[in-house]
Every structure is written in C-alpha cells, then in structure tokens.
C-alpha cells in the first residue's frame, strides 16, 4: 500500500528525514557521504522527489515496513 504524500506531511520532520537517510543508505555502494552537507542536499532531493511522485513510500503489510522506493519499482496495482 503507497502513503500519500500528504500523510508524510503529518509526519514529525525528523520521522520523515530519517526515512528518507535510510532510503538514501542503501542507494550509494560505498553506504556513505562526503560530508552532512552532502547528506542534507540529498534529504531535500528526495523530499523534493517525493512531492513530484518519482518515489513513493509503501507499506508493506505482511512485513510491517515501510520503505521508499522508485515508483516503477512498486507492486502494480499499489498505487
């Protein structure tokens, strides 16, 4: 199941940015950042992604997650 984006407004920032870290963890191979700086312009890349629709957060019920993905790589029919 997506969340909408407006239900990710609601969340406190810091629930949401830490989300989004985390998706943006497991996108680099080397799994870090120059610097907080780098980290930050990403954060807000994504935020900005997020609201254009190009990544969507999905619920996965069975497992109880929740994750950020690419839009194409969601379960058709989730959205």
């Known amino acids: ?3 909408p984006y ?3 407004l609601q969340l406190p920032n810091d629930t949401l940015d830490n989300l989004i870290r ?8 080397d799994g870090g950042f120059d610097s907080l ?6 954060v ?3 935020r900005a ?17 929740i994750a950020i993905r690419q839009r194409q790589h969601t379960a058709p029919g989730t959205y």
Do not use: I, N, P
């Open 49 to 65: 992604a997020l609201k254009r629709g190009e990544l969507v957060v999905e619920y996965a019920e069975e497992q109880e997650s």
């Open 22 to 29: 985390e998706y943006l963890l497991t996108q680099v191979e």
């Open 37 to 42: 700086g780098d980290m930050s312009a990403a």
């Open 6 to 8: 407006d239900a990710l």
């Open 44 to 46: 807000a890349q994504c």
């Open 1 to 3: 199941m997506l969340v």
